[in-house]
């Protein structure tokens, strides 16, 4: 599985951007597909998931109610829109892929056996 991410840039606070992800493998039932981040000095951490086949979402308590997560099937793309972005939002994010993980451990990186290169994404205040 291939994982090209697309969509940073720089933004002002306040405003809104979209990350994509498009993945080489045809169908995913049972995988789970994720976007995390790095900021500046920081650990890599859990921005928000699904089951490819189920319909819940999941989402650090940091970007809740700011980020969504989504897909588009035919397409084979995973999305995150994110806005109100703040400068704290200033980070590379990575999508990732598990055809393993478990739902009690989609927030952990380790479990993650695909990951995309990683986009930009600056804030300024």
């Known amino acids: 599985v291939q994982l090209q991410a697309s969509g940073g840039g720089s933004v002002q606070a306040g405003g809104s951007m979209r990350l994509s992800c498009a993945a080489s493998?045809?169908?995913?039932?049972?995988?789970?597909m994720a976007w995390f981040r790095q900021g500046p000095g920081k650990e890599r951490e859990f921005v928000a998931a699904f089951r490819w086949d189920g319909l819940r979402t999941y989402y650090a308590d940091s970007v809740k109610g700011r980020f969504t997560i989504s897909r588009d099937n035919a397409e084979n793309t995973v999305y995150l829109q994110m806005n109100s972005l703040a400068p704290e939002d200033t980070a590379v994010y990575y999508c990732?892929?598990?055809?393993?993980?478990?739902?009690?451990?989609?927030?952990?990186?380790?479990?993650?056996?695909?990951w995309g290169q990683g986009t930009q994404v600056t804030v300024s205040s």
């Open positions: 493998r045809r169908t995913f039932s049972r995988f789970v």
């Open positions: 990732a892929a598990s055809s393993t993980i478990i739902t009690s451990n989609l927030r952990q990186k380790a479990g993650y056996n695909y």
